[in-house]
Structures are given as structure tokens and as C-alpha cells.
């Protein structure tokens, strides 16, 4: 994680949901951010905003389009 600032909010976030309680070396785990430009979830039966299928989804399109 390049941003200091978003490494301390996402560690902040995890010891909130895990009222402080985290597994061993969690101090030394590397952050990372996964940038995803596409995805493709496919389906059998609609699930939410999902139809059954193939649904490709692109960056800056929310969920189900």
C-alpha cells in the first residue's frame, strides 16, 4: 500500500471488527490494493441485482449492469 494513511484506516478497520483481536504477524502483513478493471460472475439462478448468466461488470458501472 503506497498511501500511509489508507494502510492505518484499513488496519484501524480490522482491529474494530475484530475488537482488537487479530491473528499473529498481523502488524507485518503487507496491505495491498487490487485494482480491477473487469470481472465476469456467472450464475445459474438470478442472485439480487445478478441475472442468471454471464454478467460482465466494468469499472465505474455498479453491481448488475
Given at each position: 500500500m503506497a498511501d500511509a494513511t489508507v494502510e492505518?484506516?484499513?488496519r484501524?478497520?480490522?482491529l474494530a471488527e475484530r475488537d482488537g483481536t487479530v491473528w499473529p504477524g498481523f502488524d507485518e502483513d503487507v496491505i495491498f490494493?487490487?485494482?480491477i478493471e473487469r470481472?465476469?460472475?456467472t450464475l445459474t439462478k438470478a442472485d439480487g441485482p445478478f441475472p442468471a448468466g454471464p454478467t460482465i461488470w466494468k469499472?465505474?458501472?455498479p453491481p448488475g449492469t
Open positions: 492505518r484506516v484499513v484501524a478497520r480490522v490494493e487490487l485494482a470481472a465476469l460472475l469499472e465505474g458501472n
